[in-house]
Structure formats: structure tokens, C-alpha cells
Nanobody, 124 residues
Framework: QVQLVESGGGLVQAGGSLRLSCSLSGRIGTDYSVGWFRQSPGKDQEFVAVIIWNGGGTWYSDAVRGRFTISRDSAKNKVYLQMNSLEPEDTAVYFC?????????????????WGLGTQVTVSS
């Protein structure tokens, strides 16, 4: 089992920045990927970004590419999502998830473990 805990959410004005953290614990190997997803009220959950733990390859959705950056700290077993130039449309609950696929996967079905989420609210 792998446990994931998100933190760093909050309220920010449009144009501002936040950094989300995802702490991983449990039976963690090295052959997996960690992704971020988000869900706004009344909308389906959508992919945001993914990173391959061993190798560091990344991929982003079109909605956030150029504004968000995903990274990892292997020593701390953490994955970060740096969010810049935030827009009201970025308001959502953000979830991190782990996939044993060790690939740049962006469908929620590819992920085995999920955190409970952290709320991000961007005011206009």
C-alpha cells in the first residue's frame, strides 16, 4: 500500500502562486509515476500533470502548461506542483495519485493510489 497526503492549498488572488506538496509513504518503490488531478464543482476530474519518479520525465495538460511545474524530491518522498499565474478557472480540489505504470499516464484509471485532496481557491 502507498499513502499520499496533499498539502499547500489555500485562497489566492488571480495572478498569484501556490505550491502544493504530495507526501508519499508506505511500500514505495522506484518504478512509478505521480500525477496531479483536479476537480471543480459540477465538473469531471481532470488531469493536470505527471512525473516519472525514476527519471523525472513530465507531462502537462494544455490548460496548465507553461504556468504549472511538477517536480519531486526523492530524499523527502515528495512531489510538488508549483502553480503560477493562477486563474479563477484553476479553482478546484487538487489530488495527487501514484501509478505503477512508470509512464506519463494521464487517465485516472491508470492510478492505483490517491490522496484525499487539497482545496485551491483563486479569487478574481
Amino acid at each position: 500500500q502507498v499513502q499520499l497526503v496533499e498539502s499547500g492549498g489555500g485562497l489566492v488572488q488571480a495572478g498569484g502562486s501556490l505550491r502544493l506538496s504530495c507526501s508519499l509513504s508506505g511500500r514505495i518503490g522506484t518504478d512509478y509515476s505521480v500525477g496531479w488531478f483536479r476537480q471543480s464543482p459540477g465538473k469531471d476530474q481532470e488531469f493536470v500533470a505527471v512525473i516519472i519518479w525514476n527519471g523525472g520525465g513530465t507531462w502537462y495538460s494544455d490548460a496548465v502548461r507553461g504556468r504549472f511545474t511538477i517536480s519531486r524530491d526523492s530524499a523527502k518522498n515528495k512531489v510538488y506542483l508549483q502553480m503560477n499565474s493562477l486563474e479563477p478557472e484553476d479553482t478546484a480540489v487538487y489530488f495527487c495519485a501514484a501509478s505503477s505504470a512508470r509512464a506519463l499516464v494521464f487517465t485516472r484509471e491508470s492510478y492505483n493510489y490517491w490522496g484525499l485532496g487539497t482545496q485551491v481557491t483563486v479569487s478574481s
